[in-house]
Structure formats: C-alpha cells, structure tokens
C-alpha cells in the first residue's frame, strides 16, 4: 500500500536551534518527493523537490535529503526562526499526478 | 507575485445541499488540481485536471464530485449534494507543467466548507 509516514508528529525546539523531520515512504513507482510548509489555516507552499536521481536539495536554511534505496528522506531547519512554526509535508508522487501526501510533523519554535 | 485564489474562504451549507467552490488559478498554468484536508488529518489528493479533462482522480472522486473549467480562467470544484463528512478545507492548486517530476504546484489559501 502506498504510504508516507512522518516523524515525529510534532517537535518544540527553541529560536536558533536546527532541527530534523523524517519521512519514510512505501510509494511505488516513484516520481519525486516534496517537502511543504502549511502555516494554519493556509494552503501548502512548496519548498524542495527531489526526483530519484538527487540526493539533497537547499532552499536557503531548508536543506532536504533523499536516500531512493532506503525510501527515506529528511528536512533539516537551520537557525530556527519563530516563523518556521507550521507544519511540514512530505509528499511522495507516484507516477504523473497520484500524491501521497504525509500526516506531517508540527514545529513550534518558541523564543 | 501571481497566486491562485480561492472564493469564498468559508462555505456553510445544509447536508444535502450542493456547493460550488472555485479557483482562480495562475494565469500561464496548464494543470489544475484539488484537494482536501478534514481538520487534523492529512492533506488528499482529489483530482487532477488538464486540458479541459479529467487526468487523474482518487477513489474520494465518486460521483458527487465534479470539476469544471467554465472560461478561461475560473475552476471549480462542485459536490452535487453535500454528506456531513464533507466537511473539509478544499485547496485548489495549479502548475506550469508536468515535466521531468518539476512540476512545482501553487496552492490557493483553501475553502472551509461545513456541512451541517
């Protein structure tokens, strides 16, 4: 069954700190993966993309990783900011347009 | 910076009813899509739409469910009559394209639709 799974569920951290979120996945065949940040309330905003070839991919202090053989991947924050509060989203798409997306794991920095 | 829209932000609507929500998506996008969130579950996958057709739907797609590209620029969602587990936020999202895996989606802000 076509599956992502998220952890941990939620994590509290404090302003500066980095941190890790993890997503496992059992999609198959497998296109790319994505990492989203949903505030509250808000649509999904996209923040990497990974296809089976990449292994990591930046955007600014978000750093995704991809491990294709051990379906695996990770998003790490660096130098927490308050607004990084929001949940994370893997999503996994499996061929053209099916997306599986994860329950997510809810950050909240705190000062 | 171009966003989708989404109207209104908050339906209420009596079990049985029908609703309409609708998308405004990026102007130079080709592929439009909708998904929904019941509250404090995961986001879903609903439908997929390119070319004035259907391209790709999820079992939660059943017959109640409809899609439409009525000019050039609107799209909309309409659930021919509403359960009580409909209720959900409704995101409707778009791309460029649907190449190589890039096809980075832009989502509206969401509809909350409450069925009472």
């Not at chain 1, 070839?53 to 924050?77: P, W």
């Amino acid at each position: 069954k076509n599956q992502v799974e998220q952890s941990p569920q939620s994590l509290i951290i404090l302003e500066g700190k980095n941190c890790t979120l993890q997503c496992n996945y059992t999609v198959s065949p497998f296109s790319n993966l994505r990492w989203y940040k949903q505030d509250t309330g808000r649509g999904p905003v996209s923040l990497t993309i990974m296809t089976f070839s990449e292994n990591t991919k930046s955007n600014g202090r978000y750093t995704a990783t991809l491990d294709a053989d051990t379906k695996q991947s990770s998003l790490h924050i660096t130098a927490s900011q308050l607004s990084d509060s929001a949940s994370y989203i893997c999503v996994v798409s499996s061929g053209t347009y099916k997306y599986i997306f994860g329950t997510g794991t809810r950050l909240k920095v705190l000062a | 910076e171009p966003e989708v829209t989404q109207t209104p932000s908050h339906q209420v609507t009596q079990m049985g009813q029908e609703v309409i929500l609708r998308c405004v998506p990026i102007s130079n996008h080709l592929y439009f899509y909708w998904y929904r969130q019941i509250l404090g579950q995961k986001v879903e996958f609903l439908v997929s739409f390119y070319n004035n057709e259907i391209s790709e739907k999820s079992e939660i797609f059943d017959d109640q469910f409809s899609v439409e590209r009525p000019d050039g620029s609107n799209f909309t969602l309409k659930i021919r009559s509403t359960k009580l587990e409909d209720s959900a936020m409704y995101f409707c999202a778009s791309s460029e394209s649907e190449t190589s895996g890039y096809n980075e989606q832009f989502f509206g802000p969401g509809t909350r639709l409450t069925v009472l």
